[in-house]
Every structure is written in structure tokens, then in C-alpha cells.
């Protein structure tokens, strides 16, 4: 486990709280990322605003950013404790024709 500090949405319209919370290990197909940079996008915004009925609070907020592998659960093998990544919203099935070319990141299950 470990400790660092996030910004927390705690209800629709309620302002930012940012606070120290513990970080498990990560489980198996997880990466645990050391967050270097992270922004407040407009999807996050719109989380804050309560247009996404489905979010479930307290949430995190800051899915786009950049960062170092910090630990990896089980079974994941594209990344490794140490390596520099770039977080985002996208899903990866890895196995349309999108996910397995090399130049693209626009998976079709997000449509």
C-alpha cells in the first residue's frame, strides 16, 4: 500500500477535496501508475456537474496525464515497473482492427 494524495469529487456540484488516500497493490491485470502531470479535463467537469447519472461518488477525477509504472498485478506483460506512460480514456480490446494496428488507438468498442 501506498499513500499519496488526490483530488476528490465527493457529490455533484461540491467543490474539489484534495486528500491522502491509500493506493493498494495492484490485482491481477492492473498497473499501478506514479502520477508526474494529471489536468481537470471537461469530462471531468461534466462528472462534477452531475451529467453522467452512472458515476458512482466519491470518484477521482484526472484520467488524462502522464506517469511511471510504479508496480503491475498479474499477467499484465505490455508494461513494466519503470516505464514512462500516458493515461486516457480509451478502451483497448486489443483484438479489433483498430486495436492491433500499431498507429492507431481508437478502439471500436467505444463507439
Do not use: M
Not at 7 to 24: D, Q, T, Y
Not at 48 to 61: N, R, Y
Amino acid at each position: 500500500v501506498i499513500r499519496c494524495r488526490a483530488a476528490i469529487a465527493w457529490a455533484v456540484g461540491k467543490p474539489l477535496s484534495v486528500e491522502e488516500i491509500e493506493v493498494a497493490p495492484p490485482k491481477a491485470r492492473e498497473v499501478r501508475v506514479k502520477i508526474v502531470a494529471t489536468g481537470i479535463c471537461h469530462t471531468d467537469d461534466h462528472v462534477i456537474e452531475g451529467t453522467f447519472p452512472d458515476i458512482e461518488f466519491p470518484v477521482i477525477l484526472g484520467h488524462e496525464g502522464a506517469g511511471i509504472v510504479e508496480s503491475i498485478g498479474e499477467g499484465v506483460t505490455s508494461v513494466k515497473p519503470g516505464d514512462k506512460v500516458i493515461l486516457f480514456g480509451l478502451p483497448h480490446c486489443g483484438e479489433c482492427s483498430f486495436c492491433l494496428n500499431p498507429d492507431s488507438n481508437y478502439c471500436l468498442k467505444s463507439q
